[in-house]
């Protein structure tokens, strides 16, 4: 299966600045998507990131908070912009497809925390 | 809507017992169902997929079962050690085309030594 390397693996930033998540996975992937999860809490699908145009956003979030790039078929970002202290979370990103695979892999997350 | 419950929310056990780990869900029309262990404040590895077409599947220790008619998955650790200390989420793919992962809440599971 695939292997997805994240970064940074955490991060303590100041509200009102933004924070860009890297994902690069190790082979050609047909789907990546960004969750969040908040302390003590189960996985949420923030979006589903695609391929050379617009990521499909869950409710609940919105482009101009989450804004998300995937230029190709092995890389995605994920910004989160303006943080509040509401922000912190923990960020994974998700890869469906890749060499002899049907299930997903995560990436080892990103701990957030926004003071 | 498909929803995902696991049961016990938490457990803790003696090292070397035997545990199940138990997941349900509300729509049977399911793709795969596959089970993942997370540690503290780190992601997500995966430990079993089962497809829809499959009863059960084994990786050293570990046994899942899927019972999809019923909506219910179990997840089976034999001779539990205290590095399976950790929390297994029930993650559900359901059919029609999304890809989409409807998640449990984890069972957030601790072997005393």
């Known amino acids: 299966s695939a292997v997805i390397s994240q970064k940074p693996s955490r991060d303590i930033c100041q509200r009102g600045t933004s924070l860009t998540i890297q994902c690069q996975v190790d082979?050609?992937?047909?789907?990546m998507f960004w969750y969040r999860q908040q302390p003590g809490q189960s996985l949420t699908l923030i979006a589903t990131a695609n391929q050379g145009s617009e990521a499909t956003y869950e409710s609940g979030f919105v482009i101009d908070k989450f804004p998300i790039s995937r230029p190709n078929l092995t890389f995605s970002t994920l910004t989160v912009s303006n943080m509040s202290p509401e922000d912190s979370s923990i960020y994974l990103c998700?890869?469906?497809?890749?060499?002899?695979?049907?299930?997903?892999?995560f990436g080892s997350g990103t701990r957030l925390t926004v003071v | 809507k498909q929803e995902v419950t696991q049961i016990p929310a938490a457990l803790s056990v003696p090292e070397g017992e035997n545990l199940v780990l138990n997941c349900s869900f509300t729509?049977?029309?399911?793709?795969?169902l596959q089970w993942f262990r997370q540690d503290p404040g780190k992601g997500l590895t995966s430990l079993l997929l089962i497809q829809s077409s499959q009863r059960e599947q084994t990786s050293g220790r570990l046994n899942a079962s899927l019972d999809k008619s019923s909506g219910r998955s179990t997840l089976y650790i034999a001779a539990s050690q205290p590095g399976d200390s950790a929390t297994y989420l029930c993650a559900v793919r359901t059919q029609g085309g999304s890809e989409k992962l409807v998640f449990g809440k984890g069972t957030k599971l601790t072997v005393n030594p």
């Open positions: 082979s050609q992937v047909t789907m």
């Open positions: 998700s890869a469906l497809g890749g060499q002899g695979s049907y299930g997903y892999t």
């Open positions: 729509d049977s029309a399911i793709y795969n």
